[in-house]
């Protein structure tokens, strides 16, 4: 089975910054790397998929970069909104899942 | 796009559940479909996947105890969740095979405890 690795778990950081997220994978998994966005209460939303494609209706701020085993989502100016917990999924194998990062604003 | 899970609640060990996953917003039965869970305080894991000719896949941690199943008629996706262990409590979210994942429901609470 692939595991997925993500860190931080917890990311405080303030508006306008640019905050980074990572996921490393135990094999090569090409680039079936997707990033989600979950808030409170809500269902998970897709941002990025297949490691760097932005899904349509996401602000460009997200991007996402890497392929094999490591990959990293970037919000090049953190907004108000943003926070949320971010996961990545892995999907070249079945679905295993990264185990989130929580993201505030300071 | 929209998937709503419905049937979640509290049952005790060993018993049985029902979630129902209704879809709109697309042709259902084009896509498979996947059930995946959150324990209290733990990370997502994958539990079932159904494909759009209904074959099935499961996890190991439920296979033998869980039935994924889809009525395409009705636009909705099924889990039979039998013989329930504590370790079954969690979120069950419902959500669409596309490029892994694209689309989730919100989940639903369902709590195995006597």
């Known amino acids: 089975d692939i595991q997925m690795t993500q860190s931080p778990s917890f990311l405080s950081a303030s508006v306008g910054d640019r905050v980074t997220i990572n996921c490393k994978a135990s094999q090569n998994i090409n680039r079936y790397l997707n990033w989600y966005q979950q808030k409170l209460g809500e269902a998970p939303k897709l941002l990025i998929y297949n490691a760097n494609s932005l899904q349509t209706g996401i602000p460009s701020r997200f991007s996402g970069s890497g392929s094999g085993t490591d990959f990293t989502l970037t919000i090049s100016s953190l907004q108000p909104e943003d926070v949320a917990t971010y996961f990545c999924l892995q999907h070249n194998s079945w679905l295993t899942f990264g185990s989130g990062t929580k993201l505030e604003i300071k | 796009v929209q998937l709503v899970e419905s049937g979640g609640g509290l049952v005790q060990p060993g018993k049985s559940l029902k979630l129902s996953c209704s879809a709109s917003?697309?042709?259902?039965?084009?896509?498979?479909m996947h059930w995946i869970r959150q324990a209290p305080g733990k990370g997502l894991d994958w539990v079932a996947y159904?494909?759009?000719?209904?074959?099935?896949v499961y996890a190991d941690a439920v296979k033998g105890r869980f039935t994924i199943s889809r009525d395409n008629a009705k636009n909705t996706l099924y889990l039979q969740l039998n013989s329930l262990k504590s370790e079954d409590t969690a979120i069950y979210y419902c959500a669409r095979s596309r490029t892994g994942i694209d689309y989730w429901g919100q989940g639903v609470m369902v709590t195995v405890s006597s």
């Open positions: 917003g697309f042709t259902f039965s084009s896509y498979g």
């Open positions: 159904i494909s759009s000719s209904s074959g099935t």
